[in-house]
């Protein structure tokens, strides 16, 4: 966050590789820049980093060799793992079918109420009577040009479209058509993705931005020009092709340019693209030789509660981790920024050094922390001028999106993501914040050890959920059970020790 944002007067950088998105009513910017992301800033740079890399590419092979090696002698075994990855893409069809609708409504309906309102503003502009440029541009700074029922009916279309065109619509598929869990998962991370950068597309282009330089040339422009051919040539409304590149760019912030690279390196996109790949296979075998292994006879078997179990248990948790932020937020954002040429790839910062969790939060994700700062800390500390509420409201939002999606996906309610994440997670930010000492000797045990309770708390997760599934299988309820029996955690009740 703090490489991204900078105060408006020190943020004076080359035009030709800077692009700025103004933060309304502070001093402050948004810049994207030509940057490479810090792990690939990091090979290039450092011997040492390059060779710990090339020891987890050499452990990596041996594991994938001795993978084929083990179903080359035990063929049904992969068989089994085959069938349970094919259950799992079998709704590929289907995901890509909802994908393109929420896409369709983002472009077909979130677009022509944003270029409305642009055609609105302007032929308010052009026809004004008001002859002083400086008291109509003061007028239109004002937002004289539209009264609150027209921002109403705004706010009220945006919302409808959104919910409908993309929330409800993502929500009602997923359960009629009964999509499985990788399909659900990935369809409701594809809502979210488009609820935020809808939201900041409709924020940042819903006014026109016109300059006072512009206006002059557009009054003395307006008679030469049909009002609406001059709008379609007008810079400051809302460019189709612009919303289409920031669609599939790997940022939430909307802006009509952003910085980027001469070509595209195919050996770069290849290179990505198959560490993309074999992240999501490693995952799938963990997760089947690990959960399904573990897990599939809960209630039917005694629990296998002892070291080796905790031992794996938190080994997967810590593999899920790094592949996680690896295969996901490294990999797949690069490939695809690749792909189009997009030169900011800046994704996260050094999360792996914090000991406080304030900052893992800042640094973990950069893009999904851009768009919590800009649409949702900033407008509520704008508004009640209190920056406990903000934070508050920031990581509400948060963990309600996270717990929505992994319920969904699992068609269960159980908000284990919710309590670790709002209400436990809060409670330590606001201890940290309270016992606020520095202390460089003790920063290599503090950051031992929160970086262990991170990937604990993974493990905590993957083990209860597990449970959960697998006990909704195995100790189904009875057709006539009351709600607060089919919302309660179900392994409470099946699992044998």
Request: aromatic share 18%; proline share 2%; with cysteine.
């Amino acid at each position: 966050m703090d490489n991204n944002i900078a105060n408006g007067e020190n943020g004076k950088t080359n035009a030709t590789t800077t692009r700025r998105r103004m933060i309304p009513e502070t001093g402050k910017i948004i810049k994207f820049q030509h940057r490479e992301s810090l792990l690939t800033q990091m090979l290039n740079n450092s011997s040492h980093i390059r060779t710990l890399h090339n020891l987890i590419t050499g452990f990596v092979t041996i594991f994938l060799v001795a993978t084929i090696a083990d179903y080359i002698k035990q063929p049904s075994k992969f068989r089994d793992e085959y069938e349970t990855f094919l259950w799992n893409i079998a709704d590929f069809g289907r995901f890509i079918q909802i994908w393109l609708i929420m896409n369709l409504s983002v472009i077909c309906l979130h677009y022509p109420l944003v270029l409305l309102n642009n055609f609105y503003q302007y032929r308010w502009l052009i026809n004004n009577p008001e002859k002083d440029l400086d008291r109509l541009f003061e007028m239109y700074q004002k937002q004289k040009y539209s009264g609150w029922l027209q921002q109403t009916f705004l706010y009220i279309a945006y919302a409808l479209i959104s919910f409908f065109g993309i929330f409800f619509y993502c929500t009602n598929r997923l359960i009629v058509l009964d999509i499985k869990i990788t399909g659900s998962f990935a369809a409701l991370m594809e809502m979210t993705r488009l609820l935020m950068k809808s939201h900041s597309f409709f924020i940042e282009k819903k006014d026109l931005q016109i300059e006072k330089e512009e206006l002059v040339k557009l009054i003395a422009q307006k008679r030469q020009k049909h009002i609406i051919q001059s709008f379609w040539s007008s810079s400051s409304r809302a460019r189709f092709r612009n919303l289409i590149y920031y669609l599939f760019s790997p940022t939430l912030i909307y802006s009509d340019h952003y910085p980027r690279t001469e070509k595209i390196r195919w050996s770069r996109v290849l290179n990505f693209g198959i560490q993309f790949i074999v992240a999501c296979l490693i995952s799938f075998l963990i997760l089947f030789r690990f959960v399904v292994a573990t897990f599939s006879k809960t209630g039917i078997e005694p629990f296998p509660l002892n070291f080796n179990f905790i031992y794996k248990m938190l080994a997967c948790g810590l593999a899920i981790y790094l592949l996680c932020f690896h295969g996901f937020l490294h990999t797949w954002h690069n490939f695809t920024a690749e792909l189009i040429r997009f030169a900011d790839r800046h994704y996260y910062d050094d999360h792996w050094n914090t000991t406080k969790l304030k900052d893992y939060y800042r640094k973990w994700n950069l893009i999904v922390q851009h768009w919590l700062y800009v649409y949702i800390f900033l407008p509520i500390h704008l508004r009640f001028h209190n920056r406990n509420l903000s934070n508050f409201s920031v990581i509400l939002v948060s963990a309600i999106m996270h717990e929505y999606i992994i319920n969904l996906s699992l068609r269960f309610f159980m908000p284990l993501n919710f309590l670790l994440f709002a209400v436990f997670a809060q409670m330590l930010y606001f201890y940290q914040k309270r016992n606020n000492g520095d202390d460089d000797k003790q920063d290599n045990w503090k950051n031992i050890i929160f970086q262990t309770s991170i990937f604990i708390g993974i493990s905590l997760q993957i083990l209860l959920y597990s449970l959960e599934w697998y006990s909704r299988i195995n100790c189904p309820l009875q057709e006539q059970s009351t709600i607060i029996e089919k919302l309660s955690p179900r392994f409470i009740y099946c699992v044998k020790f």
